[in-house]
């Protein structure tokens, strides 16, 4: 039996975690994490997107029309993107704001963003800035952290 070694913290914003319920999609999430063994082996979206993968999710979907741009994991209108490694501008500047276009055209309920704890994009540095940029992120967004 594998122990879980790697720490998980969340945070929700504008009800997203009551949208993954109402879903009952936040127990697939959950159970995607718990594949997790570690963060730095760097494996973290193979291993998320094949568990997903396997209970239905799509993976590198395209959503945006006219782009080519690919989605981590999409199922009944919860977008997943995983940012285990990479910089805090692509998170909160790419993620969030195709999130935003998708939740206005009614696309997207929630986005599940998940980030490192310990590395850029640091879970504590993307909760600030979705608290900073509250006036203009309308989309629901659950911020998963691993470390």
């Not at 979206?45 to 945006?64: C, N, R, S, T, Y």
């Not at 741009?69 to 993107?81: C, P, V």
């Amino acid at each position: 039996m594998v122990t879980r070694m790697v720490e998980v913290r969340t945070h929700s914003y504008r009800g997203a975690d009551d949208v993954l319920r109402e879903k009952e999609l936040l127990l697939e999430i959950e159970e995607a994490l718990q594949k997790v063994e570690s963060v730095k082996s760097g494996t973290t979206p193979k291993v998320l997107q094949g568990f997903l993968a396997g209970k239905g999710w799509d993976i590198e979907k395209v959503l945006l029309k006219g782009t080519h741009y690919r989605h981590d994991a999409y199922k009944k209108g919860i977008l997943i993107e995983i940012d285990a490694r990479g910089s805090l501008i692509d998170a909160v500047h790419r993620n969030f704001l195709r999130a935003q276009v998708l939740h206005i055209e009614k696309k997207v309920d929630v986005l599940v963003q998940i980030t490192d704890l310990e590395r850029e994009p640091k879970f504590d540095n993307i909760k600030r800035d979705i608290e900073l940029y509250k006036s203009v992120l309308t989309v629901p967004i659950y911020l998963i952290g691993l470390g």
